[in-house]
């Protein structure tokens, strides 16, 4: 994966333009000078919790035992989940409710900024590639510094595209994003049974059966492993 397909992945993960709404309102009690400052501050929290899952994430991976396989494939199925909300929203919002008072850490630089999402998919790319680390920094820069110019300048983009415009955006984003997070879930499980080919083997159909574990074929076409379990039944009935 290049550093612009990094970056564009990550900059879709983010989601600045289904942000916008959710920040003015959070943001809206605040007098308007307060509201810049929470907002660097949230974005920057946000920016030093990626970092950390992308610098430290491998060996977070190895402490826990997770091989990058796993986290791809999980990492897929939360980016598939997060896209069909961004889809079909609901009120609540991506991530639930959101407090009352003025945000601090939560929900604003998490997770709506550095969700369970981002932080899979910054970990999968800091293990898959070390020896990128620096180009996997450079794109979650580019990506993040995209976010903090949308998010900073939320009020105007509000008002000059509306909601209508920013919903819409917003699900195209969706649709892109579940996308990416299907191919990132068929890319583990590929991996995954690449590293153990025993498995596919274990279902490859020959002659009308099914091969088994140990080669041979259970002429029944059941999904047996091998042809003891016909011979115990005298046929092909249940064992």
């Known amino acids: 994966m290049s550093v612009a397909a990094a970056a564009i992945l990550l900059f879709l993960i983010l989601?600045?333009?289904?942000?916008?709404?959710?920040?003015?309102?959070?943001l809206k009690p605040l007098p308007p000078a307060r509201r810049r400052r929470v907002l660097v501050r949230e974005l920057l929290i946000a920016l030093a919790v990626l970092l950390v899952f992308l610098w430290l994430g491998q060996w977070v991976l190895l402490a826990m035992h997770l091989r990058q396989e796993s986290v791809s494939i999980a990492g897929g199925i939360v980016l598939f989940?997060?896209?069909?909300?961004?889809?079909?929203?609901?009120?609540?919002?991506?991530?639930?409710?959101?407090?009352?008072?003025?945000?601090f850490i939560v929900p604003m630089a998490i997770p709506m900024i550095a969700g369970p999402s981002g932080m899979a998919a910054v970990m999968l790319l800091g293990s898959q590639a070390p020896e990128r680390m620096l180009e996997w920094t450079t794109a979650l820069l580019i990506a993040w510094l995209a976010t903090a110019v949308i998010l900073?300048?939320?009020?105007?983009?509000?008002?000059?595209?509306?909601?209508?415009v920013l919903i819409a955006v917003e699900r195209l984003m969706g649709m892109l994003l579940v996308a990416l997070s299907v191919q990132m879930l068929l890319d583990g499980v590929a991996a995954y049974l690449a590293r153990y080919p025993g498995i596919l083997r274990a279902v490859v159909v020959n002659g009308g059966g099914v091969t088994g574990f140990d080669g041979r074929v259970n002429r029944c076409g059941a999904p047996g492993f091998g042809v003891a379990s016909t011979r115990a039944t005298g046929g092909c009935g249940l064992p």
């Open 81 to 103: 989940l997060i896209g069909l909300r961004m889809i079909f929203p609901t009120g609540e919002g991506l991530f639930g409710d959101n407090p009352e008072g003025e945000p």
């Open 152 to 164: 900073y300048s939320a009020t105007y983009l509000y008002r000059l595209l509306g909601r209508g």
């Open 15 to 26: 989601d600045p333009l289904g942000n916008v709404p959710v920040f003015l309102s959070l």
